[in-house]
Nanobody, 122 residues
Framework: QVQPVESGGGLVQAGDSLRLSCVAS????????MGWFRQAPGKERDFVAN????????YYADSVKGRFAISRDNAKNAVYLQMNSLKPEDTAVYYC???????????????WGQGTQVTVSS
């Protein structure tokens, strides 16, 4: 069992960069696939990116491919999301989550953080 806690959100302008961090308690962190999801007001929670337990396999949503980069540091129980060239449509609450499978479906994630708000102004 892990408990993710996100940080790093904020208000930025279009074109800026932001780095989200997620630190998870629990000794089994390195065995989980970690994912980032986001949810805009009135919309569903969508997949953004995930990274397998060893860090060698990553997946990205088409909307962020080439702009976002996910990474992890198992020694620190941490996963990061580097977001570059931010757009107003990236505005959402960003959630970190842990999965026992390499899933891109939010239903495959059992443990969730509380979320961090990212707002991108035009």
């Amino acid at each position: 069992q892990v408990q993710p806690v996100e940080s790093g959100g904020g208000l930025v302008q279009a074109g800026d960069s932001l780095r989200l961090s997620c630190v998870a308690s629990g000794r089994a962190f390195s065995t989980y696939t970690m994912g980032w999801f986001r949810q805009a007001p009135g919309k569903e929670r969508d997949f953004v990116a995930n990274i397998a337990w060893g860090g060698g396999i990553t997946y990205y949503a088409d909307s962020v491919k080439g702009r976002f980069a996910i990474s992890r540091d198992n020694a620190k129980n941490a996963v990061y999301l580097q977001m570059n060239s931010l757009k107003p449509e990236d505005t959402a609450v960003y959630y970190c989550a842990a999965s026992s499978s390499n899933s891109r479906d939010r239903r495959g994630y059992k443990y969730w953080g509380q979320g961090t708000q990212v707002t991108v102004s035009s």
